[in-house]
């Protein structure tokens, strides 16, 4: 079986969200009037750290890709 | 409203959205290294060791669409054409991707054959699957290169990379996984792709509909804008041809969802390839199922982008203005400050690799084992074909390359050429389904079928082209091509296998409907009988819901 593809979809984006995370709060005046008044990266950010919090906690609860772990089929790691 | 020039389309990328950028590239090779350590013997390679769960290779099925030239495109219609833009996605595909999942895909999973063109060996005779096989990966390597192209030009559009500079690196990144992890590493690629454009163009919506004043202010400013109320009807104005579209409901039920959408979601390898790497059977028919929902939502990321590039830039589609296809990436200089924006650069640079990656990935398995192991030499180890397959990617992406700089050169040729392939498949389509339900049809009646039908398409699309005749517009002209080719495909079927001798039973078993194969034993898992693991039930689920969307647009 391969490595399971939560971790890095989980890994890729809480660090795509801390980086946005973090430039979100330098946002300057200009930054944010370009985005209508929104702090857009900070908001894309803290929405990709909920995106990775997900794939890891459903990593974690289970984890294993099948649905009941006695009758996984091959035996090689 | 802004009216904007040519040049403004160069977009204030600075370090942090390089660094965005550069971190998705290493994730991508690092998947690829890591994919290869799984890799023991062909079927890893060229189907993932038949081991994904269903959500996985859903989400590889419907990236491996969500190529930036589909991405682009879909937007640029919706700024053309308004809302009936939706058709594509909706009657355009969620009907066929289910008749795949309940339909066809347990007949390609459990015969256990490599590729489309296989199937058509085991059904017919290896010389339908050489005709298919050498159509389909010519096709995909011309496609590959076409997609090359259009990335180079965005590329220099929006960041003044030259050309080649784009097309070297994007190529090299795609070989690199692929020839390293095979499928696994595509499909594992394509999920991620998936997320990372899905949160590139979201922030674009979002600001965008702000700017508009929401859906209501939206709708209000289409109406006012050169597609008027025409642009946020999808059926009501349909009666007629007198629509944005150009369009009947004849043309759209018939052409659009049935023969055009059929014959690409059901037959097209690129596509089938994902369910086939499924870890079972009920996996295998979940994938375009669960691929079905997120089609659902894609116009949001899409069609509503266009509509508001069309209501925000006076000369978009104009006399000396951007062209349409530039709608998103007008919306990303427009709205989006670095960070977000090196985001959704990331997001249209995975695109574009993830429709070239789909097609490199079926190009070598179809070269592999349909052309090289089926009809040059088929004695050779497992590990033969494993280095084969590596070695026929690389000559798939730099035959991609040549590709496309002759595209550079000759650009309307290749448009006509990928308009061509917009309809290959409709014949195709023809043959399996009429060898699919009936168990008479002969193998001779496969090959000369397809043949007959192949030619049909060209026979109108190009005098069609060359001004022969008037067929109306591109889109009409595309559905008149798919019907005759299906017309044409399925009426020779039919005399060719009066005249020919069929198949005996027993070489069909598990090929045709109602002959099951009895060997065949059940590969269900425990938990595939809950009623979220139903192809059937999830199926029906997203045709209700793609009615269902229809209604406020009618």
């Known amino acids: ?77 | 409203m802004l009216a904007l020039a040519p040049q403004d389309l160069r977009l204030d990328v600075n370090a942090l959205d390089h660094l965005i950028l550069a971190l998705y590239f290493a994730v991508v090779v690092g998947i690829g290294f890591a994919a290869r350590r799984a890799i023991r013997s062909s079927s890893d390679f060229f189907l993932a060791g038949r081991a994904l769960p269903a959500w996985i290779t859903g989400l590889a099925f419907v990236s491996a669409n969500l190529g930036a030239i589909e991405i682009l495109g879909m937007a640029a219609n919706g700024a053309q054409y308004g809302l009936m833009t939706v058709h594509y996605y909706w009657i355009g595909a969620i009907p066929a991707m289910v008749f795949l999942g309940v339909v066809m895909m347990p007949f390609y999973y459990r015969s256990k054959v490599h590729s489309v063109p296989e199937f058509l060996r085991r059904r017919f005779n290896p010389a339908t699957q050489l005709f298919n096989a050498i159509a389909f990966a010519v096709a995909q390597v011309l496609i590959a290169g076409i997609n090359l192209y259009a990335l180079a030009l965005v590329m220099e559009a929006l960041l003044g990379w030259p050309l080649w500079v784009s097309v070297i690196v994007s190529a090299a990144i795609v070989l690199a996984y692929i020839t390293l992890g095979g499928l696994s590493s595509a499909i594992y690629n394509e999920v991620m792709q998936f997320f990372v454009i899905i949160a590139g163009l979201v922030p674009v919506v979002v600001l965008g509909l702000i700017r508009v004043g929401g859906f209501e202010g939206l709708g209000r400013k289409v109406r006012e804008s050169v597609l008027g109320e025409g642009g946020l009807h999808t059926w009501s104005t349909t009666a007629s041809t007198d629509n944005p579209l150009g369009a009947s409901w004849i043309g759209i039920v018939f052409g659009l969802g049935f023969v055009l959408s059929f014959g690409y979601w059901t037959t097209n390898f690129a596509e089938v390839q994902r369910g086939l790497s499924a870890r079972n059977t009920n996996a295998a028919r979940l994938t375009p199922i669960v691929a079905a929902y997120p089609k659902l939502l894609i116009p949001v990321v899409t069609v509503i982008p266009g509509l508001v590039a069309l209501v925000l830039f006076s000369n978009l589609g104009k006399e000396g203005g951007p062209a349409y296809n530039y709608a998103i990436p007008l919306l990303m200089n427009e709205f989006l400050p670095n960070g977000v924006l090196g985001v959704a650069v990331t997001g249209l640079l995975a695109s574009f690799m993830a429709g070239m990656a789909a097609n490199v990935s079926g190009f070598n398995t179809v070269f592999t084992y349909d052309i090289w192991k089926g009809h040059v030499d088929g004695g050779r180890p497992d590990e033969f074909y494993v280095r084969l397959g590596r070695l026929a990617t690389i000559g798939g992406v730099v035959a991609g390359i040549g590709t496309a700089f002759i595209a550079a050169g000759f650009s309307n040729i290749m448009n006509y050429l990928q308009a061509l392939f917009a309809f290959f498949n409709a014949p195709l389509f023809a043959t399996f389904i009429i060898g699919l339900f009936w168990k008479r049809m002969t193998p001779w009646a496969g090959f000369w079928g397809i043949i007959a039908g192949t030619l049909a398409a060209f026979a109108v699309y190009i005098p069609y082209r060359a001004g022969v005749f008037d067929l109306g517009t591109d889109l009409n002209a595309s559905f008149v091509a798919a019907g005759a080719a299906f017309a044409v495909d399925a009426v020779v079927s039919v005399v060719i296998t009066l005249v020919t001798t069929p198949k005996p039973e027993e070489e069909l078993r598990g090929l045709v409907y109602g002959l099951t194969d009895v060997d065949l034993k059940d590969d269900s898992l425990a938990g595939d009988r809950a009623w979220y693991r139903s192809p059937v039930i999830l199926g029906s689920g997203a045709l209700v819901l793609a009615a269902g969307l229809y209604l406020p647009f009618l």
């Open chain 1, 1 to 77: 079986m391969l490595f399971d593809i939560r971790r890095i979809l989980g890994g890729l984006f809480a660090v795509y969200g801390v980086i946005l995370v973090v430039a979100g709060l330098l946002d300057g005046a200009e930054e944010i009037a370009k985005a209508e008044g929104v702090r857009i990266n900070l908001w894309t950010g803290a929405g990709m750290l909920v995106l990775a919090a997900v794939f890891l906690l459903w990593e974690r609860l289970r984890p294993k890709d099948v649905p009941d772990p006695s009758d996984e089929s091959s035996g090689d790691a």
